[in-house]
């Protein structure tokens, strides 16, 4: 098959669209498929890209001002008609339903390409990060869902990566036409258990004597990450432990103020952002991985945690309840709340055996969301679209 993957955020680009767009191109290119990707340049002028087995089209794009991290190309729609044009693809997957998006699925709907669309993002992801929205939020997020619900609507299959986002959004009853949940799997092979040598630590400066709490993800602030911070200050009032915050976003700065007023700023460390062999060997070093953001419709990185033999704390909210069932690896905490999140963080790193117990059970949750099935699945969707 020829498949054209549409993206308004890709790597190196680090989120979890991002992450699931660029396994998905190399999973699929690996089994044989021709795959292209249309996505934004990060060096603002246009080209064409190979990324290890497949093709990147870059359109020219400019910083994304929510998220100065980000770039997207608010004008596409030539470069991604010429894509389409030149590649002439079989079926088209759209990640986004920012310009890209709407480029692709206006010109895959002109030429009778058959269209998978994915719903990754809720409104509150990008209303959390500006502020002087805040008193209008709740009519701005109730408009971005009935926009998105219209714009699914033209694909002819959409998917969202768990069953809760399906309901959270309500989308039997907007979209009309066949979806379902298809997780955003991750690879087994690459992340799993293990011991990592004593280098690691010592390249991020890591204590080996104590538990390390981990978070791995965009530093933003739709993630709510000072409330982890709070958490984390109430735990070590009791317990010797370390928190390791790897990624980069633009709260980074805020945060780090915050273990100084906090005075634990020598009981964390910030890695910024780090390579992909890097991230295997964290997660592998964490006693337990917290979630505390209330707008995951799955999160690819708390599924790595997992796969890695972590416990979960997480916010019971979004979709975060189907991976990190309560009670079985981990705790779910209500949303902000400091006192649960440091109380489920104390009852596994003072007990061993209850931290093995939750362990064995994320890495049997975790083997449900194996990226191989996720990769054949698609590929039966698209065969299905294009018979049909």
């Not at 770039?71 to 991604?80: C, G, L, W």
């Not at 036409?177 to 799993?192: C, T, W």
Request: glycine share 6%; hydrophobic share 40%; with cysteine.
């Amino acid at each position: 098959m020829k498949i054209l993957i549409a993206s308004d955020l890709h790597y190196p680009t680090i989120n979890g669209v991002a992450t699931f767009g660029r396994n998905l191109a190399m999973g699929l290119a690996s089994r044989g498929h021709e795959v292209m990707v249309i996505a934004p340049s990060q060096t603002s002028k246009k080209f064409k890209e190979v990324d290890i087995n497949h093709v990147v089209v870059r359109t020219a794009s400019v910083p994304f001002v929510p998220y100065q991290n980000f770039r997207v190309s608010p004008n596409p729609s030539r470069e991604v008609k010429k894509a389409i044009l030149e590649f002439d693809p079989d079926v088209i997957h759209i990640q986004m339903l920012l310009w890209i998006g709407q480029a692709t699925m206006k010109y895959g709907n002109k030429f009778g390409i058959p269209i998978v669309s994915t719903n990754h993002a809720m409104p509150e992801n990008l209303m959390d990060n500006i502020l002087l929205l805040a008193p209008i939020a709740r009519p701005i997020n109730y408009m971005l869902r009935q926009y998105g619900a219209r714009f699914h609507s033209k694909a002819d299959y959409v998917t969202l990566p768990t069953q809760s986002a399906i309901d959270m959004f309500n989308m039997t009853d907007r979209v009309t036409v066949p979806m379902e949940a298809v997780s955003n799997g991750i690879d087994l092979v690459r992340f799993q258990p293990g011991t990592p040598d004593a280098e690691i630590y010592e390249k991020f400066a890591l204590p080996q004597d104590v538990p390390i709490i981990t978070y791995v993800g965009r530093i933003d602030v739709e993630k709510h990450l000072p409330i982890l911070m709070q958490a984390f200050a109430e735990v070590r009032k009791t317990q010797a432990a370390h928190l390791l915050v790897v990624g980069s976003g633009q709260d980074t700065l805020n945060l780090k103020e915050i273990t100084h007023e906090l005075g634990i700023a020598d009981d964390v460390t910030f890695t910024g952002r780090v390579s992909e062999d890097d991230k295997v060997l964290l997660h592998q070093i964490g006693t337990v991985f917290v979630m505390p953001s209330p707008t995951e419709l799955q999160s690819i990185a708390t599924l790595e945690a997992m796969a890695s033999g972590q416990p979960v704390i997480a916010v019971d909210a979004g979709a975060l309840k189907e991976l990190c069932q309560n009670e079985r690896n981990g705790y779910l905490c209500e949303k902000d709340s400091v006192e649960q999140i440091a109380t489920g963080i104390t009852r596994i790193i003072s007990d061993p055996k209850e931290r093995k117990r939750m362990s064995d059970e994320s890495l049997v949750i975790a083997k449900t969301h194996d990226l191989n099935t996720t990769l054949d699945r698609f590929e039966a969707i698209y065969t299905d679209l294009i018979n049909a």
